[in-house]
Nanobody, 123 residues
Framework: QVQLVESGGGLVQAGDSLRLSCAAS????????MGWFRQAPGKEREFVAA????????YYADSVKGRFTISRDNAQNTVALQMNSLKPEDTAVYYC????????????????WGQGTQVTVSS
């Protein structure tokens, strides 16, 4: 079992940057992939980004490609999501997820989830 705690959310203006972090504990961090998902009010949860255990491969939703960067530090047991050029439509609760079995794009494949952190982008 993996425990996840997100941090770094907040209220920013359009065009600003924000960095989310997720700290993991439990199983050996370097053995599983990590992902970020988000859920806006009234909408379904959606995939944002994911990264393989080695950090060698990263995956992004089209809506964030070129603006967001996912990274991990296996020595610190953390994964980060650097969000640049934020838009009002990026407003959502962002969730960190761990250890997907199967495709990294689908939330149902992840075994562990954090509690979420709110990101609000004002126009």
């Amino acid at each position: 079992q993996v425990q996840l705690v997100e941090s770094g959310g907040g209220l920013v203006q359009a065009g600003d940057s924000l960095r989310l972090s997720c700290a993991a504990s439990g199983r050996t961090f370097s053995t599983y992939a990590m992902g970020w998902f988000r859920q806006a009010p009234g909408k379904e949860r959606e995939f944002v980004a994911a990264i393989r255990w080695s950090g060698g491969s990263a995956y992004y939703a089209d809506s964030v490609k070129g603006r967001f960067t996912i990274s991990r530090d296996n020595a610190q047991n953390t994964v980060a999501l650097q969000m640049n050029s934020l838009k009002p439509e990026d407003t959502a609760v962002y969730y960190c997820a761990a250890d997907p079995r199967g495709s990294v794009y689908f939330g149902k494949n992840y075994y562990s989830w954090g509690q979420g952190t709110q990101v609000t982008v004002s126009s």
